[in-house]
């Protein structure tokens, strides 16, 4: 079965610093791939996804992530960290049968310091 | 558009008590998510419909929960009877069809088993 491993429950950098949040997941096949984004007593908003293509994904609000198969790795990143920002990343991988069901990582918690 | 809609928003309830949750997903969306977020963890798929037809249940744990998309559109999920361990938000989620199409989740249902 397929799974996704965020390293690190919280993240904590400054306004203006490098926003990176990691995961990896272990697959069989190369996988769909998708970073959400949930603020506060909120539902689960989109950032990007990679299905095929090109490897380097550029999502909403400035975020981007690039699929490494070699590294089965699909890392999220922003050049400069904004207070709004703060909130839970959720990384997930779909399964390649007929559900196509979405696995989630446990989640990073983004702090934004001034 | 309107997006998914759910409630109720929050729900308290004792143990052994029975609670049920509405979802109205997004007009024309055929497949509909039910996700169990327990704190500090990521969602985790109970269900999924395509239309008004279970796709998959395997994490639905049967003896207590159940859930109805009668006429393929909105949907019901029901714990009866609650233990303690249920304690989660319950997000609700559609998309166009079951493939990797993005899901777009609702604001979820917050539920407190006393």
């Known amino acids: 079965a397929q799974s996704v491993t965020q390293l690190g429950s919280h993240v904590s950098v400054s306004e203006g610093a490098l926003v990176l949040l990691r995961c990896n997941y272990s697959?069989?096949?190369?996988?769909?791939l998708f970073w959400y984004v949930q603020y506060p007593n909120q539902g689960l908003q989109l950032l990007l996804k990679?299905?095929?293509?090109?490897?380097l994904v550029k999502g909403i609000n400035g975020f981007e992530a690039e699929f490494k198969k070699s590294e089965t790795s699909f890392h999220l990143t922003k050049p400069s960290a904004h207070m709004s920002d703060a909130a839970e990343y959720f990384c997930?991988?779909?399964?390649?049968?007929?559900?196509?069901?979405?696995?989630f990582g446990s989640g990073t918690r983004l702090l934004v310091r001034p | 558009e309107a997006g998914v809609a759910q409630s109720p928003r929050y729900k308290i309830i004792e143990k052994r008590q029975s609670v049920a949750f509405w979802c109205n997903p997004i007009?024309?969306?055929?497949?509909l998510y039910w996700y169990q977020q327990i704190l500090g963890q990521g969602p985790k798929l109970l269900i999924q419909?395509?239309?008004?037809?279970?796709?998959?249940d395997s994490q639905l744990p049967k003896d207590r929960f159940s859930a109805e998309r009668l006429k393929g559109v909105d949907s019901t999920l029901k714990i009866q009877p609650a233990k303690l361990e249920d304690s989660a938000v319950y997000l609700c989620?559609?998309?166009?069809?079951?493939?990797?199409?993005?899901?777009?989740f609702g604001p979820g249902t917050r539920l407190t088993v006393l």
């Open positions: 989620a559609s998309s166009i069809s079951g493939t990797y199409n993005e899901q777009f």
């Open positions: 697959s069989s096949v190369p996988p769909y």
């Open positions: 990679y299905t095929t293509g090109a490897t």
């Open positions: 997930a991988v779909s399964e390649m049968d007929s559900s196509y069901k979405l696995i």
């Open positions: 007009s024309g969306h055929a497949t």
């Open positions: 419909f395509q239309n008004n037809g279970v796709v998959d």
